[in-house]
């Protein structure tokens, strides 16, 4: 079932790998047929994560970074439709003879093209499918799945199922028979699983785990314990402990006591390290995040992480007051007043554009740190031209037919000494910025104090831009500062507000970058602002 923690799983063998010094590079393969989840609703699938390169990519590809400091490209991301678009491609330009194209062998054998590429660079190539085992998306997969544990052997390929465990109050009982259910007919497909991985709310008796053992034929010690969390942080320590990397090692004949004594210490070292400041934080604070896709957790899913990981860096819990923005205001108004500061995020078109601009021009009047990221840069600008400048009619073109478009779509600049353009009109993909892109910062700014460094790096996801080469004047009469400027110095990266203690927003993604062990220094600043306004 979604959501049971596939990609946390496969996130973190990834970083029980790496613990062991081995080299690892994670893949995803998504039986949907969108080509990538660019154009999903964030309420259907959750976030969209952006690569440096710039492939809109799963969510779980964040899980993938945030635990093992990977890179993640393109490259690493497969969907059906991304399959039959190659598959067909081939067959227009006559590669297959005339013959006909068929899911086995045409299908599969790009799926397994595709999860073999690049293994002789690493020593684990982990493959996370996606979906849930019977859904006729996910057949060709375990097919290929079928076939490699063919081509490699046994002792080249491993197949770990995760599975739940329902816990049935009334009966105050763990019940196995799902998971005897999926294995089975995992098994019908000629798929046997080497591990089988227990998520769970409650303790799984020895007694259980023999039960999954005899049934789903499967080595007792192969039958692994994964408990509820209270923070996915934890969990790497959680899952050494029950003997999952252990089990992986032996599978593959490379266990030995000395990898042992020396993934003890890694993890020691650098994943309980966390469990301070997970569970004994010395101080807390609260902030407000102003968005319109709050009813789905996964749709700021990046965001969330990097506000812990703000969280972490000052040694602080961070409670989130999560605010919808198609509220009216004065519904939120009084939760805004109990804040230590306020964050708006990106989004897309004008669903809650009001209230979000309503919460920016509260956390400018009030003096609260206030933190906005693609979207909520754009909102503050505009709020500033409104409300400070009065320019009344300032707006974006992407939600107006109408005014003054101090964000407008911009067609065309440089990037590495290449002109980039783009196009309105056509492929909603091809007409956004995505990916890397630098950023040079003004020096005694506040974003160079944040970030220490003239220039920075970072991640976009947004079609439209500040319109600095119409506006200028209005935004110095607003008290904007624009101290982040795109690499050819046409399109504004970050925007700082005169008079105030901390406000400052950002064009960028800077969430994506954040990790656990290396805090993204805005969201690190954001809260140290925050602890700092409360007293």
Known sequence: ????????????????LQSRNYSIRIKKLDPYINIDPGTMSPYKHGEVFVMGDGCEADLDFGHYER?????????????????????????????????????IPHITDEIKNFI???????????????????????????????????????SK?????????PYIRAAEELKTKPTQHSVRQLQSMGVQPDIILCRSEKNITDDIKTKISRLCSMKLENVIAALDAENIYLIPHMYHRAGLDRQICRHFGIFSEKSEEQAE??????????????????????IAVVGKYIKLKDAYMSLAQAIVHGGFANDAKVEVEWVDAKENFSEIEDRLKNVAGILVPG??????????????????????????????????????????????????????????????????????GVLESRTICGHKGSSMRLGNYLCKITPGSLAHSIYGSA?????????????????????????????????????????????????????????????????????????????????
């Open 455 to 535: 220039e920075v790096t970072e991640r976009h996801r947004h079609r439209f831009e500040v319109n600095i080469k119409k506006y200028a004047e209005v935004f110095e009469k607003a008290a904007l500062v624009f101290s982040g400027m795109s690499e050819d110095g046409s399109l504004p990266e970050i925007m700082e507000l005169r008079n105030h203690p901390f406000f400052i927003a950002t064009q960028a993604h800077p969430e994506f970058r954040s990790r656990p062990f290396a805090p993204h220094p805005l969201f690190a600043g954001f809260i140290a602002a925050a602890l700092r306004y409360q007293g």
């Open 67 to 103: 635990f093992t400091d990977i890179k993640c490209s393109a490259g690493d991301s497969l969907t059906t439709g991304k399959i039959y678009e190659k598959v067909l491609a081939k067959e227009r330009c006559g590669d297959y003879l005339g013959s006909d194209i068929q899911v």
């Open 347 to 416: 989004g897309f078109d004008s669903g809650g554009t009001d209230v979000k601009i309503a919460a920016i021009k509260f956390a400018r009047e009030n003096k609260i740190p206030f933190l906005g990221i693609c979207l909520g840069m754009q909102l503050a600008v505009i709020e500033s031209c409104r409300n400070v400048a009065g320019i009344t009619a300032a707006t974006s073109r992407e939600f107006s037919t109408d005014g003054e478009y101090v964000i407008d779509f911009m067609d065309s600049w440089y990037a590495n």
């Open 157 to 165: 390929c491993m197949c770990i199922h995760l599975t739940y465990l």
């Open 116 to 154: 073999l590429n690049g293994h002789e660079n690493v020593d684990f190539m982990i493959c996370e499918i996606g979906g849930t085992v019977g859904d006729i998306e996910g057949l060709p997969y375990l097919e290929a799945i079928r076939q490699l544990t063919i081509d490699l052997g046994k």
């Open 265 to 286: 210490k890694e993890i020691n070292k650098k994943w309980i390290s966390l469990e301070h400041a997970v569970r004994a934080p010395s101080k807390s604070t609260k």
């Open 1 to 16: 079932m979604s959501s049971l923690g596939k990609g946390v799983a496969a996130a973190t063998v990834g970083a029980l």
